[in-house]
């Protein structure tokens, strides 16, 4: 089965960090690009951050860059959202995309909440 499960959301404080987890399951995390979206209340979908196949070139939104980082654990076959110094305009659903050829692949989102 081809599938995307996030985990790791939750209620932060501004400032604090959280690390975002995106289980992949039937086929090879390294094998494809890999990206981060966010979905916040009453707002599109935005691209959060990408990590490239092939080659692993990262790409983050400029309102995201110096605070997220991008990467991918192929043993765990899982793929990774560090998520530091946050603020509350951070707080989004966050989905994990694959971009499979063919058809890009979603998981059903987490959702992370940066609140005092």
């Known amino acids: 089965q081809v599938q995307l499960v996030e985990s790791g959301g939750g209620l932060v404080q501004p400032g604090g960090s959280v690390r975002l987890s995106c289980a992949v399951s039937?086929?090879?995390?390294?094998?494809?690009?890999m990206n981060w979206y966010r979905q916040a209340p009453e707002k599109g979908r935005e691209l959060v951050a990408a990590?490239?196949?092939?080659?692993?070139?990262?790409t983050y939104a400029e309102s995201v860059r110096g605070r997220f980082t991008i990467s991918r654990d192929n043993a765990k076959n899982t793929m990774y959202l560090q998520m530091n110094s946050l603020k509350p305009e951070d707080t989004a659903v966050y989905y994990c995309?694959?971009?499979?050829?063919?058809?890009?692949?979603w998981g059903q989102g987490t959702q992370v909440t940066i609140s005092s």
């Open positions: 995309r694959a971009d499979r050829r063919g058809s890009p692949v």
């Open positions: 039937g086929f090879p995390v390294s094998s494809c690009t």
């Open positions: 990590i490239t196949w092939p080659g692993s070139t990262t």
